[in-house]
């Protein structure tokens, strides 16, 4: 293994770069030759690459965002486009392809695998939403931005005695939701994996305005229902004042966690591991606290499924 490219595709998400730093030092350390894509697939397409070396990733374990930046490319997913890909990968003597992102980055990875390219893929995505891995870099970045947001407007719903929906993101994937509306105290937490009622969440901010309770803090998974529909919805038969707040991408930003920053770390380091033992098609993870690594086509197999327990654990603690 003479030579490693590296690429971050689909959505950014926080502690991209610590892995990316991981990745390169790894590299070095080996002396291996690191080159960066730019802009994910897209760059591989059309061969926007640059060599790293050690300060490129100087100063950057600490951010947010991507150095590399990212792009959703369609060309890639063409015939065409993935034959100019492998070409690329042909003329600038690319050995093995470090891939960070999420499903769809991942299935990327898969196709250069079995077109004969070495790959491993990082799980990044703050959507937490890949079966194969319990958590993936970026998930609890974001939960922590949202857990501050709820906090914050926790203090005004009490001020004014009213229902506040905050919605976040998470694609198909009610786990965001569910970890910032647990440490956030939320009294409603509302994600795609089980069947929304309103008159759920109407009876109890009746039942917690009834007791005395002055803020009602309602957290909603993207995708399950209009968010301002909702809000009418509690105000019509409640006569509570709600207001709605979107965080939208403030989710994907920020200086990552600690947590995230190490899961990167470690990530980033076995990555080049892997390929150096001339090992291809993996996708990395973490179960029960361990760094795992496993066959990429089989890790793209495992369902995601939800913490049911979790989601109990929140009713009981909002009655
Ligand atoms: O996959 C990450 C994610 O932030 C999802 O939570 C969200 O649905 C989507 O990406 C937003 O995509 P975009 O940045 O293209 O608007």
Do not use: W
């Not at 490129?56 to 965002?65: F, M, N």
């Not at 991942?106 to 390219?117: F, M, T």
């Not at 968010?227 to 965080?247: C, K, N, P, Q, S």
């Amino acid at each position: 293994m003479k030579t490693i490219g590296i690429l971050t595709s689909g959505g950014d998400a926080p502690g991209m770069n610590a892995a990316i730093r991981a990745v390169v030092r790894t590299s070095i350390y080996n002396n291996i030759k690191m080159l960066g894509i730019k802009q994910g697939y897209q760059g591989l397409v059309n061969g926007e690459i640059e060599e790293m070396n050690l300060s490129s990733v100087a100063d950057i374990i600490h951010r947010g965002g991507t150095i590399l930046r990212s792009s959703r490319s369609d060309e890639f997913q063409t015939e065409e486009g993935f034959q100019k890909a492998l070409n690329v990968i042909k003329i600038f003597d690319i050995d093995g392809i470090i891939v960070l992102g999420g499903d769809g980055t991942l299935k990327g990875a898969r196709a250069l695998s079995k077109a004969g390219i070495p790959t491993v893929g990082i799980p990044c995505t703050i959507d937490n939403d890949m079966g194969y891995t319990d958590y993936t870099v970026g998930f609890f970045t974001a939960v922590e931005t949202a857990v501050e947001a709820i906090g914050k407007i926790r203090d005004t719903s009490t001020s004014h005695g009213r229902a506040n929906i905050i919605e976040v993101m998470g694609r198909h994937c009610g786990d965001i939701a569910l970890y910032a509306g647990i440490a956030g105290g939320a009294e409603s937490i509302i994600v795609p994996e089980i069947e929304f009622d309103i008159n759920q969440t109407i009876r109890k901010a009746i039942q917690g305005r009834n007791r005395g309770k002055l803020h009602h803090i309602i957290v909603l998974a993207e995708g399950v229902g209009n968010a301002y529909d909702i809000a009418d919805g509690i105000t019509e038969h409640t006569g509570i004042d709600t207001r709605v707040t979107i965080l939208g991408h403030v989710q994907r930003g920020g200086t990552p966690t600690t947590f995230d920053r190490i899961m990167a770390s470690e990530m980033g380091r076995r990555s080049v591991e892997i390929l150096k033992n001339g090992e291809s098609g993996r996708a990395l993870g973490i179960k029960c606290n361990e760094i795992i690594d496993l066959d990429i086509v089989k890790a793209l197999e495992v369902k995601n499924t939800f913490n049911r327990k979790m989601y109990e654990t929140a009713k009981i603690l909002s009655i």
